[in-house]
């Protein structure tokens, strides 16, 4: 592209010399000049015209590849907002067990057991985590009531013996997570038969 520019500016230097000529030898065109001077003249308004048409081809490409350096310079940003993306949900799919492995615990009997400072430090701890995940888009979804939808849920276990209306989520087994409309991961639950 520079050489394009290079290019160009030679060829406004060349048709500008070429007018100074012109002009010169047409402010001096009198009785004393020779016979050769309408012939330069005429020389010098063909460099000129082929000048000006090398400098509009060299402009035109000189345009041209600049648009084309936008569309790349635009698409390489483009690209790297999408790995970044990319990169943003693996990570989060990697913590999401950690978060499981919380709930777990939490649910178990043995979590009543553990002192109360420990517990609401760990409780802290997964607040923060979803802090992280909100921040960055990710909503944790699934509650007992919910109705069942097989987009977002996971049916592991249909029950009849439990209060309440048909494919009503009773049990949430493992939560679910999504980004924007994308699943991320769906949640576990058992439902209402």
Not at 24 to 34: G, I, S
Not at 57 to 69: M, V
Not at 152 to 181: N, W
């Amino acid at each position: 592209m520079l050489s394009v520019a290079l290019q160009l500016c030679y060829n406004l230097r060349v048709m500008n010399d070429a007018n100074d000529e012109i002009y010169e030898l047409e402010e001096n065109n009198d009785a004393n000049e020779p016979l050769g001077a309408p012939a330069k003249v005429k020389q010098l308004k063909d460099q000129l015209k082929e000048a000006i048409v090398q400098r509009d081809e060299y402009l035109t490409g000189w345009q041209r590849e600049k648009a084309d350096a936008v569309n790349a310079r635009r698409e390489i940003l483009a690209d790297a907002e999408r790995r970044s993306k990319r990169g943003e949900i693996m990570l989060i799919e990697d913590l999401i067990p950690i978060l499981d492995s919380y709930d777990m615990a939490a649910s178990s009997e043995a979590w009543a057991q553990v002192a109360d400072g420990f517990r609401s430090g760990m409780e802290q701890v997964r607040n923060q985590l979803l802090d992280v995940f909100a921040k960055r888009g990710v909503e944790r979804y699934g509650k007992n009531g919910d109705i069942f939808d097989p987009r977002l849920h996971e049916a592991v276990q249909a029950v009849d013996d439990v209060p309440g209306e048909s494919q009503t989520i009773v049990k949430i087994l493992r939560y679910g997570y999504k980004s924007g409309d994308s699943v991320l991961r769906a949640a576990q639950v058992i439902i209402k038969a």
